[in-house]
């Protein structure tokens, strides 16, 4: 855990001393996300996405910070789950990512890409109904959560101008020195380079 803590902050200090700061990359993104409701089930909800990056150290690396929602929607109490309670979560998300372009500078050639990225996720529970074993109703709340991704994807541009991408991560919490294995999505994007 602290290797892979000591790695990103050398990653995010050398980007700033090195890289060629520059703005070039506008994305718009939608996709599926996996959460898991109050049954602890998974369930599958639309989750959009947009980012703003640019070249890191060559053009077969690049950085991104993006934003994004979610919100699981859930309305009924959940019958499959007897004595508990049922939320219904939603989250905003922010984070960073570099991307690693396997094509290099050819993007002809294998338009694959890998990345990993640090997010924080703004979570909020609301109480939809049920009772937990004391008989209590419950209540809302919300949480912070820090996650990394990890991601593979490929890209095709359509000119000089813009691109498409497909894009699958996986995620993990970082929670006590822990790894823990979340969620993942997939996503398709469209990109605008200026």
Aim: proline share 2%; hydrophobic share 35%; charged share 15%.
């Amino acid at each position: 855990m602290k290797s892979i803590m000591l790695i990103s902050l050398i990653l995010l200090n050398t980007k700033v001393i090195w890289a060629q700061s520059n703005i070039s990359l506008a994305t718009g993104r939608i996709g599926i996300r996996e959460i898991q409701n109050s049954a602890n089930e998974s369930v599958y909800r639309f989750y959009p996405e947009v980012a703003v990056g640019g070249q890191f150290f060559s053009k077969a690396s690049h950085w991104e910070i993006y934003g994004g929602y979610w919100d699981e929607n859930q309305t009924k109490i959940l019958t499959n789950h007897v004595d508990k309670i049922t939320y219904s979560s939603s989250a905003f998300l922010t984070g960073a990512r570099l991307y690693l372009y396997l094509d290099g500078e050819d993007s002809h050639f294998w338009p694959v890409h890998l990345y990993s990225g640090y997010l924080h996720q703004f979570e909020k529970y609301n109480y939809v109904g049920g009772f937990g074993e004391g008989g209590d109703p419950g209540k809302d709340f919300s949480r912070n959560k820090n996650l990394i991704e990890l991601g593979i994807g490929l890209h095709f541009a359509f000119n000089k101008k813009f691109a498409c991408s497909v894009n699958v991560q996986k995620y993990f919490s970082i929670a006590n020195s822990q790894f823990t294995s979340e969620n993942w999505a997939t996503t398709v994007g469209i990109g605008y380079c200026f």
